[in-house]
């Protein structure tokens, strides 16, 4: 299940806290995950109600991705795409399979080792 969220909402650090607190989601990612006033995040929970990934989203630029699980993220950037017209987003370089399955494009920065920039075409 997909819930959106924002850090105003009185359960987000219940779900987010683990990413916050957690160095393998930086490790894996190479990116930095900051709790931002003005981020809208869409949270993968299972059944359990447990947090698998997520994706943060600012004035339709995707700013952060993260998930445990490859076949939750294609699901949560399925919903992304389907709420917000994707604008050029830099995003870690660990699915670039995956926002190409899902029909993003792709482009390679050559700046930038881990990661790459993205874009919808709504």
Known sequence: MIIKLTNKDAN???YMGK???SRIVQTETKD???DDNNKTWYLYVDADD???GFISVCDDVIKNIYSSNETYLKELLLQVMQ???IQPSIVTK???KLYVEC??????LDNYKHFVM???DK
Do not use: A
Not at 103 to 108: E, H, P, R
């Open 94 to 96: 660990l699915y670039d």
């Open 19 to 21: 990413f916050f607190g």
């Open 50 to 52: 447990k947090p698998y």
């Open 118 to 120: 993205i874009r919808g």
């Open 32 to 34: 930095r995950i900051y």
């Open 103 to 108: 029909g993003l494009k792709l482009t390679s």
């Open 83 to 85: 709420d917000i017209s």
């Open 12 to 14: 987000f650090y219940q």
